[in-house]
């Protein structure tokens, strides 16, 4: 079967442990991140199909991957949240924007 997806790094160890073969290559850092934008998709989607918190953690983990081949520290992109949740706030009161009028 094949499959042309990103895996998690001990993917093929576990095939192999199945006994089962597989073929990898290891990508450039483009094609790396544009993997890793699909992957991102692909988690998205699945965790909106199952709601299951097993897929959030994947996608924290490909979030991770994003910012380690931007060379973009964690604590970094915490403060650039933090930036955003003070000027903006956060998501935490529910809000529905249902129309905005002009008051001209």
């Known amino acids: 079967m094949k499959y042309n997806k990103l895996v998690r790094d001990r ?4 095939i192999e442990n199945d006994g ?3 073929v990898v290559e290891t990508l450039n850092d483009q094609d790396y991140l ?5 992957k991102l998709i692909e ?12 897929e959030l953690a994947d996608l924290e983990e ?3 991957a994003i910012l380690d081949v931007k060379d973009i520290d964690y604590s970094t992109f ?3 949240r933090l930036n955003k ?8 009161n529910k809000i529905l ?3 905005v009028s002009s008051n001209e």
């Open 97 to 99: 924007l249902k129309e």
């Open 11 to 14: 993917i093929p160890e576990i």
């Open 34 to 38: 544009s993997y890793l934008n699909n």
């Open 85 to 92: 949740v003070e000027k903006r706030g956060t998501f935490k």
């Open 43 to 54: 988690e998205v989607n699945e965790y909106l199909e199952s709601g299951d918190i097993e």
């Open 78 to 80: 915490e403060e650039v």
């Open 20 to 22: 089962k073969t597989c």
């Open 62 to 64: 490909v979030l991770r």
